[in-house]
């Protein structure tokens, strides 16, 4: 395929991930050399191990909002909370919210790791811009109130929505039909019409993946919501 149409590839910037613990692990060949194997590969931002696990990929993200709050801090000298959130969210957040769809986390680890980044600039906020002390701060769900923040848990499941909302539309190029089962335009329930179905989910992975989760938050939302 490269050869054929003129896009050459380098030997040495290439890899090989195994998914499965099945995986019978064969070798691969690129212009006659072995591609290294690996259990992790960075592949368009996102780090994807061979057990499908985003868990370093959270720990990275963590990291650099972290850098990111920290440069933050030192460079705007201002005590008005109202500048501080709005760079949080312009710089920091951004960061923590960045293909969320693709690496939404399940284990509260993950999910701890990011929202521990917002409880840690909430908590600096307080103590520039009200004087707070740091054992004197209320509570993360009151900070967030108080500065106007939604948990990320929360913004992570509303993002899955809208991007459920643009493949419904046809907007993402995707056979809507590979991804989905609905019930009949027919069918009633309680709930309404044109449901979609939530498919038995054996694995782990394929229980918290994109199209099973936002079956879910289908199920438990409003007719609205599409």
């Given at each position: 395929?490269?050869?054929?149409?003129?896009?050459?590839?380098?030997?040495?910037?290439?890899?090989?991930?195994?998914?499965?613990?099945?995986?019978?692990?064969?070798?691969?060949?690129?212009?006659?050399?072995?591609?290294?194997?690996?259990?992790?590969?960075?592949?368009?931002?996102?780090?994807?191990?061979?057990?499908?696990?985003?868990?370093?990929?959270?720990?990275?993200?963590?990291?650099?909002?972290?850098?990111?709050?920290?440069?933050?801090?030192?460079?705007?000298?201002?005590?008005?909370?109202?500048?501080?959130?709005?760079?949080?969210?312009?710089?920091?957040?951004?960061?923590?919210?960045?293909?969320?769809?693709?690496?939404?986390?399940?284990?509260?680890?993950?999910?701890?790791?990011?929202?521990?980044?917002?409880?840690?600039?909430?908590?600096?906020?307080?103590?520039?811009?009200?004087?707070?002390?740091?054992?004197?701060?209320?509570?993360?769900?009151?900070?967030?109130?108080?500065?106007?923040?939604?948990p990320l848990d929360t913004r992570r499941k509303r993002a899955d929505l809208k991007m459920l909302r643009k493949i419904l539309a046809g907007k993402c190029g995707v056979n809507l039909q590979n991804m989905y089962k609905f019930r009949p335009f027919g069918?009633?329930?309680?709930?309404?019409?044109?449901?979609?179905?939530?498919?038995?989910?054996?694995?782990?992975?394929?229980?918290?993946?994109?199209?099973?989760?936002?079956?879910?938050?289908?199920?438990?939302?409003?007719?609205?919501?599409?």
């Amino acid at each position: 395929w490269s050869v054929k149409y003129q896009l050459p590839l380098a030997p040495h910037k290439c890899q090989a991930l195994y998914i499965g613990s099945r995986n019978p692990k064969t070798d691969y060949l690129c212009n006659g050399i072995l591609l290294t194997k690996v259990k992790e590969v960075k592949d368009l931002g996102f780090i994807v191990t061979n057990n499908l696990s985003f868990s370093k990929h959270v720990l990275h993200v963590c990291n650099q909002a972290r850098k990111r709050m920290f440069a933050l801090f030192r460079t705007l000298k201002t005590h008005k909370a109202k500048i501080l959130v709005l760079a949080y969210c312009l710089y920091v957040r951004s960061i923590l919210e960045s293909g969320s769809v693709v690496y939404n986390p399940y284990k509260k680890n993950d999910i701890l790791a990011l929202e521990r980044v917002q409880r840690m600039f909430t908590k600096r906020v307080f103590m520039r811009s009200l004087l707070f002390g740091y054992n004197d701060t209320p509570s993360p769900s009151d900070r967030n109130k108080a500065l106007q923040l939604d948990p990320l848990d929360t913004r992570r499941k509303r993002a899955d929505l809208k991007m459920l909302r643009k493949i419904l539309a046809g907007k993402c190029g995707v056979n809507l039909q590979n991804m989905y089962k609905f019930r009949p335009f027919g069918y009633s329930s309680r709930r309404g019409r044109n449901r979609i179905i939530i498919a038995r989910a054996a694995k782990m992975v394929r229980r918290h993946s994109f199209v099973h989760r936002t079956s879910i938050l289908v199920e438990n939302s409003p007719d609205t919501i599409l």
